[in-house]
Nanobody, 122 residues
Framework: VQVQAFGGGLVQAGGSLRLSCAAS????????MGWYRQAPGKERELVAV???????NYADSVKGRFTISRDNARNTVYLQMNSLKLEDTAVYYC?????????????????WGQGTQVTVSS
């Protein structure tokens, strides 16, 4: 089972980026999918989460600028980031709450993708 994130990069303040994260492997079901970020010297924080129902929650710092969405057919979650600010600079991680069956063993846990760097410059 893999969770892979894509789409980070360098962007000027006020610009936009779109992150994507795809889960693959022996997946039975996916519940919540979310994006977290960790800036240098800071703890990892929740940015946005989307449930299997489609309901969403956002950190106050990104409300109105970021949009999380998901494509259940592709086991993929997206994060559209607009009006980026310097303080959005961080490594962004995706997380998926998944039920998987591997070698006949079914388990349910959170999987993390590798981080993708987002750097916002002035």
């Amino acid at each position: 089972v893999q969770v892979q994130a894509f789409g980070g990069g360098l962007v000027q303040a006020g610009g936009s980026l779109r992150l994507s994260c795809a889960a693959s492997g022996s997946i039975n079901s996916i519940g919540d999918m979310g994006w977290y970020r960790q800036a240098p010297g800071k703890e990892r924080e929740l940015v946005a989460v989307i449930r299997s129902s489609g309901s969403t929650n956002y950190a106050d710092s990104v409300k109105g600028r970021f949009t999380i969405s998901r494509d259940n057919a592709r086991n993929t979650v997206y994060l559209q980031m607009n009006s980026l600010k310097l303080e959005d600079t961080a490594v962004y991680y995706c997380n998926a709450d998944m039920s998987t069956t591997i070698w006949g063993n079914t388990s349910h846990r959170h999987y993390w993708g590798q981080g993708t760097q987002v750097t916002v410059s002035s």
